[in-house]
């Protein structure tokens, strides 16, 4: 019985490593386009992560968002 749960756990946890490399690849795709990462879109955190931004370009975002 034991090893049969196991035969049966093994698929699922198969799947998740996929499906989590597969968002992955899907947010890298995303963030590949710089205005995507660009503050206030949808996923500007996220690639960060990937993509993160110097210092003088984080300097040039407070700077546009102040003056406005």
């Known amino acids: 019985m034991k ?5 049966m756990l093994v698929p699922l946890a198969l799947c998740g490593c996929q499906s989590s490399q597969k968002s992955k690849e899907e947010l890298a ?3 590949a386009n710089p205005a995507n990462r660009q503050p206030g879109q949808q996923y500007f ?13 984080l ?4 700077k546009q968002g102040a003056a406005m």
Request: proline share 4%; charged share 20%.
């Open 3 to 7: 090893r049969l749960v196991m035969l």
């Open 29 to 31: 795709a995303i963030c």
């Open 45 to 57: 955190e996220e690639c960060q992560a990937l993509y993160p931004a110097s210092t003088k370009q």
């Open 59 to 62: 300097q040039k975002w407070y």
